[in-house]
Structures are given as structure tokens and as C-alpha cells.
């Protein structure tokens, strides 16, 4: 074993008066952090293994169990961190690019926590949404620009093809192979109760889940996996994915041991062969070359279908967002440098993107500017954690929000953030049968649909505090926000006044 | 009537239902307190395979063998067809261990034999090991 060079990050404390050794803290933790001893007469704890994902503690009867943080230190040093240390003895001792799971933990700020909200005040009546009609539908999609009308004066249909959501929420991509079967038919069939969509991320669509096709946004990604006609004929809507808030720039690798029975036919690849997507779309190299593969999907599907390009959030994005308006899209999604993934180098997730809310609030004023802002929807990711932050996206601009963590979290996910290593114990971001089948959908479908009928019930409060009755009075209104905390510039970026103002 | 069901697909073997079982057995408000240091002895068990893993307790079948077999009629069958024991009248022979096709029934520390009496005569409302499973792999309804 040589040199232990790392110290364990958590401390596993059984309350030895409460724990009655029934063992489901043993049976339950796939990293085999206890084990019972016959010698000592009771439960053993190697914290070593402990990811800090709460399983053992979530299960115990008894409420013996909590997970601490240890308070085993290095020599204090406001350059060199614990965790900056301990990062160079890891690749010191496997040579390997650092893995990270989930989204960029680090310190950043975080703009919506300095964003705060109106209210009404005795000159415009706020509105009681138990007692009052409240509006949260929105419809994503190319927006007419004029009503045309016949001779006889009847409205001209010029429908685009739109979704139809009965709240600005939906989930977002997650591949099925990243997450389980169970994580995925969770999803899907919340998306159908709620009246919105879910995402099959770059995984190809499972055969079982054909029958939600009316909720599924399918996607077509660098590695093209899973696609074929009956793919994209299911769906309610195409998703071409360019980048992700998680890793921009850098594509995806599944490993082959995950690919086995249905994820390899799924993918439509061998089973044990590893599953890259490459960078970039080897076929896309500018905005006329997206407008070829958005029209070669759409003519695919008949013209029936928006089409949908997502991109993360990194330094540029207003003027690729304005690019992406013309080449044809429907919907424009971005992703920010926060959003969550089941893998990623960790210098790539921690250090690349920028925050969403600064990219969303440029992206809707250049397409503003340009006159293009209802050629396309807006949907932003990457970190949507409440109702409020919808809320404040929505304000700033945004048509809808895709949530991907929240979701998890929702599922009982505890963001331990070590789905790489693919031994999920709350059977999401597993592939190992005896953990998947710890999510069961008939608990994980409805709270979901409890998570988000919360935050819809919340988003009309909010709106109702404001006066506001229909989320499309909402839309791009600055004026109902204001900033506390910022700069100038971030203020300027954002386009709200300072609380105050 | 309402029985309790084990849907082996969502049993994820983790031995709860015994737990809460027997804790229920005691009466007690605190499972530490109730369980600490003791040997249980539930009346639902897990069956664990390799990869498969299934609770069984008392079917409270609709032509009970155990009833039938009953030389005392310390078994019996209630107007809502959950099958009980009267402890007072059980004399230990044990033939209704023996004539258990499911293995549901066991002697009892306390003397005679014990078995699931669907939690009528404990918590009075949904059996503990149905409101205590993980997964909703027990269910306690109408089939």
C-alpha cells in the first residue's frame, strides 16, 4: 500500500448508543465503507472509501449515522489548500487527468443571490394567485412577428412548430447510460404528468420510452448516438447539442464498461466499446454549417418539429447566440459554467464557461438589438436551484429554464459528486442492476412532479407579489429586478438597476 | 381484504422490514431503546439470493392451512381475514409450523409461536414494515 498520502476527507460517526446492528448501513453502501465485526462485537466504519453521499445515514432506523468533515488539517496556508495539495499527490500517484462529477463547486459569484425582486405597493394591486387566474404557460419557438390576415380579415395561421409547456421549466440532457433506466423513466414520466419536457441527452431514446415521445426532446450530439428516423420522429423536438455548460469544448467519453445490453443497443454501438464523442461535430465548423444539419433534421421530420441548439455559456456567446438565430434554430439553450455532468476533467469544469446569468442577459439584449429576439426562445441551465432563480432567469430574459441537478436532487441525488465512478447508491448515475433498482420511478416520478408543482405554485406567488398575472408579462422585465452588491459593470451586463435605484 | 404484497423487482434486500417489524413487536416509541443488544425474531424475513431478494411474512391465505391444523383453535381467522393467534390457547405443538406451505409462522421467545397478524394488534394503521420500506417494494392494499 506504501505511503497514504490522503488523509480521508469525512469521518463516518456511528452513535454507538443508537446503532442496533441491523446492517443496512453495510448492505446499502456500495463503496463497502462498514462491514460488521465479530470480533469487536459490533458495526466498523473505513471512512477511506466514504464518498459522503448520505445513503447509510439516509437509511438508518435508528439515526446513528452522520457523516462529518474531518478536522485533520494541513499546515495552514491561503495559497496552498488542503484540496490543491491533496490534487497534486493524487495525479502525483496516477499520472491521470482529474475526474470530476456534477457541477463547478468552487467559490464563484453567483448573480442570482444578488438579484433581488419587486413587490407591488398601494399604486399597483398585487395580485392573489389562489383567488385569481395565474398564467405560467409558455410556448417555445419562432415567434410571428406580424399578424397576416386574409382579404375577408380572418388571421393567417403561419405556425412554426412550438412546444407547449405548462410552466418555464424542463428537464435537461441526460443521457440514458449516464444516469439509469429508472433515473430516465423518472423523468420521462413526470415531463408527461406535468405537461413538460424531458431530454434524452446524447444516449439515444430506450425502446420502453417511445411511449413519452409527446415530452421528449431528443438529442443529436457530436458522437451522433442513437440516432435514426424513429429517433427523431418520436420527439417532440431536436435538440443539436454543441457544447455543455459542464465542459465546454470537450466532448464526452462513457466508458466501455458501461456499455452493455441496452445502453449499447440504445447507442446503436458494441457493447464494451467506449462511447467518445468527440469536441466538436466534425461536420459543423460555422454558423452555415449548423444551418445545414438544423435544416437537415428539420426537413428529416417534415418541418414539424422546432429544432433546438444548445451551447454553453462561454466568452463569446452573445454574438454565437445571434449566429445560431440565423442559422435556423428554434430554440437557442445555453448552458452555464455551473451546470452538472456524470463526468469531466475537473480543471475543464472548475475553470472554463461563465455564469449564466451574465450570458443569458447579453445573449437577449444583442438579440434585441439585432431584431432577432423573436426568431428564437431562450432556455438557460447550469445551476437553476428554486423557483426564484426561474423566476430572476425568466426576468432577465430567459423563455424557460432546464433543470438537471435540481432534478437528481429531486431522485435523491446527495451531490456527492462521484457519478464517474459509476457506483451510484441512490441508483442514478449507475448502470449496476442491484443500484438501479434502489430508484424506484413510482417514488422518483412523483417528487419530481411535488418539486416542480412547488415551484410553480411559488413562481405565481412571485408573480402575483408583482402584480403580474401572466408569465409573458414577465419576460426580459429588468425593471422587476435589482442588484445588490455589484459593480457598474455587472450591473450594466445584467441590464438592472442597484436596489435602490 | 388488504394483505401485504413483496414486489421482488423493488426489494433491494436491505433486511428494514425485519427491523421495523420487530420493533414494532415491543410496543416501545424508540427503535435504540426497543432494539439495542437484542436478538429479533420478525415475522417478516428476507430471502436474500445473489441478486434477488424478497421479503416473506404470513400470506393470511383465504383457506389457511395453519387454521385448519390448529388442534386448539388458538388460530383463527377474523371477520377481516387476518389470521391471529391466541396465545392462551396455544399449547406449542407446533403443527401449524409444520403445515405453513410459506415458513410464515415461528415458535416464540415468549412461548407459543409468533406470526404477522398485519400489525392489528401494534401500530393499528398501516403494517410497520409496509410504511418503513425504502423502495415500496412492501405494499399493504387490495389485490
Known amino acids: ?501 | 381484504m388488504k394483505r401485504v404484497y413483496v414486489n421482488e423487482k423493488w426489494c433491494l434486500g436491505c433486511h428494514l422490514c425485519e427491523y421495523n417489524c420487530a420493533f414494532a413487536q415491543t410496543g416501545k416509541e424508540d427503535m435504540a431503546l426497543a432494539l439495542k443488544g437484542k436478538q429479533i425474531h420478525p415475522n417478516i424475513r428476507v430471502e436474500d439470493g445473489d441478486n434477488i431478494h424478497f421479503a416473506v411474512n404470513c400470506r393470511h391465505c383465504d383457506e389457511p392451512l395453519c387454521v385448519k391444523s390448529c388442534i386448539t383453535g388458538a388460530l383463527s381467522r377474523d371477520e377481516n381475514g387476518v389470521i391471529t393467534i391466541d396465545k392462551e390457547h396455544c399449547i406449542h405443538c407446533y403443527t401449524c409450523i409444520l403445515s405453513c406451505p410459506y415458513g410464515a409462522i415461528v415458535p416464540s421467545e415468549e412461548g407459543a409461536i409468533q406470526k404477522c397478524e398485519l400489525c392489528i394488534k401494534t401500530t393499528q394503521g398501516t403494517p410497520r414494515c409496509v410504511a418503513g420500506c425504502p423502495n415500496n417494494a412492501i405494499v399493504f392494499e387490495e389485490r
Open chain 1, 1 to 501: 500500500m506504501g505511503i497514504a498520502y490522503i488523509y480521508p476527507p469525512y469521518e463516518v460517526v456511528r452513535n454507538k448508543d443508537r446503532c442496533i446492528g441491523c446492517r443496512v448501513c453495510e448492505r446499502q453502501c456500495a463503496n463497502e465503507v462498514h462491514h460488521y465485526s465479530e470480533e469487536a462485537g459490533c458495526m466498523m466504519a473505513d471512512e477511506s472509501k466514504c464518498v459522503n453521499c448520505h445513503r447509510c445515514v439516509s437509511l438508518c432506523p435508528t439515526r446513528a449515522l452522520k457523516i462529518v468533515k474531518t478536522d485533520h488539517t494541513f499546515k495552514e496556508n491561503a495559497n496552498w489548500s488542503g484540496k490543491a495539495i491533496q490534487e497534486i499527490y493524487r495525479q502525483a500517484s496516477t499520472g491521470g487527468v482529474l475526474l470530476s462529477s456534477m457541477g463547478n463547486p468552487e467559490p464563484y459569484p453567483i448573480y442570482f443571490d444578488k438579484i433581488l425582486l419587486n413587490a407591488s405597493q398601494v399604486t399597483n394591486p398585487s395580485i392573489d394567485p389562489l383567488r385569481e387566474p395565474m398564467e405560467t404557460r409558455v410556448f417555445l419557438g419562432k415567434k410571428p412577428k406580424q399578424i397576416k390576415r386574409d382579404k375577408n380579415g380572418n388571421i393567417l395561421p403561419q405556425n412554426t412548430p412550438h412546444l407547449e409547456l405548462s410552466m418555464p421549466v424542463m428537464f435537461s440532457a441526460m443521457s440514458y447510460g449516464s444516469i439509469s433506466y429508472n433515473a430516465h423513466e423518472s423523468l420521462a414520466r413526470a415531463a408527461r404528468e406535468l405537461g413538460i419536457y424531458y431530454n434524452t441527452g446524447e444516449g439515444g431514446l430506450h425502446e420502453d420510452f417511445y411511449q413519452y415521445g409527446a415530452n421528449t426532446i431528443v438529442q443529436v450530439a457530436s458522437g451522433r448516438f442513437g440516432v435514426h428516423s424513429d429517433y427523431l420522429d418520436t420527439a417532440a423536438a431536436i435538440e443539436i447539442k454543441m457544447g455543455q455548460g459542464a465542459k465546454p469544448g470537450i466532448g464526452g467519453h462513457l466508458p466501455g464498461t458501461k456499455i452493455v445490453g441496452d445502453v449499447s443497443r440504445t447507442r446503436m454501438i458494441p457493447e464494451g466499446s467506449d462511447a467518445i464523442s468527440p469536441a466538436p461535430h466534425h461536420d459543423i465548423y460555422s454558423i452555415e454549417d449548423l444551418r445545414q444539419l438544423v435544416y437537415s433534421l428539420k426537413e428529416a421530420t417534415n418541418y414539424e418539429k422546432p429544432v433546438i441548439v444548445k451551447i454553453a455559456a462561454v466568452h463569446n456567446v452573445s454574438a454565437i447566440a445571434s449566429g445560431i438565430a440565423r442559422s435556423g434554430a428554434d430554440i437557442i439553450a445555453i448552458d452555464g459554467y455551473r451546470g452538472g455532468t456524470g463526468a469531466a476533467p475537473t480543471r475543464i469544469r472548475d475553470n472554463v464557461g461563465i455564469p449564466i446569468e451574465l450570458a443569458l442577459a447579453s445573449v437577449d439584449k444583442r438579440l434585441r438589438d439585432e431584431g432577432i429576439r423573436d426568431d428564437v426562445s431562450i432556455v438557460v441551465g447550469g445551476s437553476i436551484r428554486s423557483s426564484a432563480d426561474v423566476f430572476k432567469a425568466i426576468a432577465l430574459g430567459a423563455d424557460c429554464c432546464y433543470i438537471g441537478t435540481a432534478a437528481l436532487l429531486a431522485l435523491g441525488c446527495h451531490l456527492c459528486r462521484s457519478c464517474h465512478e459509476g457506483k451510484c447508491n441512490w441508483g442514478i448515475a449507475t448502470q449496476r442492476p442491484d443500484l438501479v433498482k434502489r430508484l424506484n420511478p413510482d417514488i422518483g416520478y412523483k417528487r419530481l412532479v411535488n418539486m416542480l408543482t412547488a415551484w410553480n405554485h411559488e413562481i405565481k406567488e412571485m408573480m402575483g407579489g408583482m402584480g403580474i398575472n401572466s408569465i409573458e408579462s414577465l419576460k426580459g422585465n429588468r425593471l422587476m429586478l435589482r442588484g445588490i452588491g455589484m459593480t457598474e459593470k455587472e450591473l450594466e451586463i445584467l441590464g438592472i438597476k442597484h436596489a435602490g435605484e
